[in-house]
């Protein structure tokens, strides 16, 4: 797909999925039909979600190989500016993996969109909390098989971003990059035994993308996962750029920052966040859509804050 | 301003190809205003003085005592006046065409005018309200109320007389009536009351009219806040079935709207103290498909153009017959509310007609809601009209011989609702 075939629309330019009616940022539901516009959009026979909040965005594709779309996501944007965004990825080995990505991604989401609402509390324990809440969440969730004998579990990559702060936690595999008109870096390090690896010097990164351990992930959420506490990155940019958060059914097919952004830069200057993130999923189906993809875009402007 | 508050209680899922969206919307009002904020008053007080007022002569008596209560209820600075009624309208106080700003003065003022008050002629109530329009209007930017006191049946003018007067009149002063004894007619006090946004009630003997006069103006006196409408915005292809006051009584405001724009309407709902009402909006939208969820209406309270407080109705389509097929039970008691003011008022028009099959069937169903929905106060009411076998059934027998007074004590009274209690489903 080539990008003049993107529906590259501007911020401010939003519409309503169900009318086409023209509406605001941060508006719940279309001033003129009613329907609900807060919520992910199902297009393309439910194979895909969308959510376009105007300055954020983002998109879960079931990919062309999984059966069924085991990504969850939640997006909120408030006062037209501050973003709350969580993304889980669940875990196939284990049972009722999609369920436990939509409850953890909907607990943490809860718990920072309640943050995000008190200007008096601190993000860093906010997203700590968020991913306790996560894992009590899918500790809740009940399997829809004993055979294998996992537990139900996922990854979780959760960012909030406030007054031109980025604070970013994660467990897992799923991760967060910045980009912006200098830099393209790679922002979490996945809880893999390929990063152990490379870490600890055992591995080259060339050989860690070879490695068969790549996907084996050393902390997840879930009711037997490692007693450990999330890690945390916090940035504050000072120039506009963009936060980009995915599971790893988009990082496979363009693992470093740089391959990331260079995709992004392709897009036409000025391309809203929605029309970035849908690029990117289209890019990774194009690409074998091997598995699950979801990718969120927010578009950050440190001025503005 | 005085601070509003909204709660919005209703089952918003709905089962597939349904499209009618109910809610019940409870506002409250704390009634706070700075002094500073307070609207500025105008109080007329019409009393009638036709000569069945002075039959027996206590009545009209009562009438002057009464209203020299109410005006010493009248605060600094407000405006007020008095108007006589009979076949004509003519102003006690002041004489000069104007309204008098309140004032130890001006109120000793008032009281020796009351006191050469006789009975004495018609009855022309539309006269007396037009005339209450035109004292009105010389004191305009004030928030305006009148009370009504008559004791028997508009006569000397025609019901298109008293329409043209109530349609000119809208929105211009609020009015609470007065029926004293059992000469006057429910209905057309109602309708008086209705159209001006006003009560409506029946004082049995003379003696209890200073208590309720009071009353009625220490509660005018308490309105923080004037010129507040419902205002309902609905989705394009969606239309207000009803919107209806529930409590504290039924009012039917659905035909009193104004269109604010394609998608919005206000409903006009006069001042406010401090006090609660609850309103029952009923929406028909277009159904959608299974999982969809919309906004079906949002209610808000506007003063002027302000907005104070809001509420949502939401619609959400699902096929989970556990969820769409619970009625909500704020929704369900006001529902049944109405109907208990309906078959109130149907029984009485049909019991008059001589139909009394109707009138046993109609007024046993509005005992049996009555006790459903632990309506005492109309129970009671009703207990005047009919002989209650079983309440639980409706099962009741008309009384031979119902007092004047029992029954349009009940018929006045039938659109006072109670809210849902513990017991109530």
Redesign the interface.
């Given at each position: 797909m080539s990008t003049e075939d993107l529906d590259v629309t501007t911020q401010g330019d939003l519409s309503c999925p169900s009318c086409g009616a023209p509406r605001q940022p941060g508006d719940r539901f279309c001033e003129r039909c009613g329907a609900r516009l807060d919520e992910p959009q199902p297009t393309d026979g439910d194979l895909r979600v969308e959510l376009d909040l105007g300055n954020a965005a983002a998109v879960s594709d079931q990919g062309l190989v999984h059966h069924r779309n085991e990504d969850s996501f939640h997006l909120e944007v408030t006062d037209g500016r501050d973003v709350v965004v969580v993304i889980c990825d669940g875990i196939s080995s284990a049972s009722a993996g999609n369920v436990a990505a939509r409850d953890a991604a909907k607990a943490a989401g809860t718990v920072l969109s309640r943050a995000i609402a008190d200007p008096d509390s601190d993000p860093r324990d906010a997203i700590v909390e968020g991913i306790k809440a996560a894992v009590e969440a899918v500790i809740q969730v009940e399997w829809t098989t004993r055979v294998k004998r996992v537990d139900p579990s996922c990854t979780l990559v959760s960012a909030l971003c406030r007054n031109g702060g980025i604070t970013v936690g994660w467990v897992g595999d799923s991760r967060a990059y910045w980009f912006d008109a200098d830099d393209a870096s790679q922002l979490t390090i996945d809880d893999s035994f390929a990063e152990e690896g490379i870490a600890k010097g055992l591995l080259t990164p060339e050989q860690a993308a070879k490695s068969p351990f790549l996907h084996s992930i050393t902390h997840w959420v879930g009711p037997d996962a490692p007693e450990r506490p999330p890690r945390l990155v916090e940035l504050r940019p000072e120039r506009p750029g963009r936060l980009v958060l995915c599971t790893d059914g988009l990082w496979n097919y363009a693992p470093s920052a740089r391959e990331l952004g260079g995709l992004i830069d392709a897009l036409p200057p000025g391309a809203a966040p929605a029309a970035v993130a849908r690029s990117l999923a289209d890019m990774a189906n194009d690409r074998g859509g091997h598995d699950n993809i979801t990718v969120a875009v927010v578009d950050i402007d440190p001025s503005a804050a | 301003m005085s601070a509003f508050t909204t709660e919005c209680y209703q089952n918003a899922y709905l089962p597939l190809g349904a499209s009618e969206v109910n809610a019940i919307i409870t506002v409250t009002s704390d009634g706070v205003a700075g002094q500073a904020e307070q609207p500025e008053a105008a109080e007329i007080v019409i009393i009638d003085t036709s000569g069945s007022m002075g039959t027996p002569s206590r009545k009209i008596k009562a009438a002057r005592q009464a209203t020299e209560v109410a005006i010493d209820c009248i605060r600094d600075g407000v405006a007020f006046g008095v108007i006589a009624g009979t076949e004509v309208a003519r102003a006690v106080y002041p004489t000069d065409g104007t309204l008098a700003i309140a004032s130890p003065q001006t109120r000793l003022g008032a009281t020796r005018a009351l006191n050469r008050l006789e009975a004495g002629g018609g009855t022309a109530i539309g006269s007396w309200l037009a005339l209450a329009g035109k004292l009105f209007a010389t004191v305009s930017g004030r928030s305006c109320h009148a009370i009504l006191l008559t004791d028997g049946e508009n006569q000397h003018e025609t019901d298109e007389d008293l329409d043209r007067v109530l349609a000119d009149l809208e929105g211009r002063f609020q009015c609470d009536c007065r029926g004293v004894g059992t000469d006057w007619k429910v209905s057309e006090l109602r309708r008086i009351a209705s159209a001006l946004l006003g009560s409506v009630d029946i004082i049995a003997e003379p003696t209890a009219m200073a208590d309720d006069f009071q009353a009625l103006m220490e509660a005018a006196m308490g309105k923080a806040t004037g010129n507040v409408s419902l205002r309902v915005w609905?989705?394009?292809?969606?239309s207000v079935a009803f919107v209806r006051q529930v409590a504290p009584t039924i009012e039917e405001l659905t035909g009193r709207g104004v269109q604010v724009n394609p998608?919005t309407a206000d409903y006009p709902t006069a001042t406010w103290g401090r006090e609660s009402r609850d309103y029952h909006v009923c929406i028909n939208?277009a159904p959608r498909e299974i999982g969809?969820?919309?906004?079906?209406a949002r209610v808000s309270l506007v003063e002027g153009e302000e907005p104070r407080a809001q509420a949502?109705i939401k619609a959400t389509w699902t096929d989970d017959r556990q969820l769409s097929t619970r009625i909500n039970r704020e929704v369900a008691h006001y529902t049944g509310q109405a109907e208990l003011a309906e078959c109130i008022q149907q029984g009485l028009e049909a019991r008059k007609d001589g139909d009394l099959g109707t009138a046993t069937f109609k007024l046993g169903r509005a005992v049996q809601l009555a006790t459903e929905s632990g309506n005492d106060g109309t129970m009671k009411l009703l207990q005047g009209v009919v002989q209650v076998d079983d309440a639980a059934t409706g099962t009741v027998r008309l009384k031979h011989d119902i007092a004047a007074l029992d029954e349009m004590s009940l018929d006045t009274r039938s659109t006072s609702t109670v809210r849902v209690g513990p017991g109530a489903t």
């Open positions: - | 609905t989705p394009q292809g969606a998608l939208v969809d969820e919309m906004l079906a949502l």
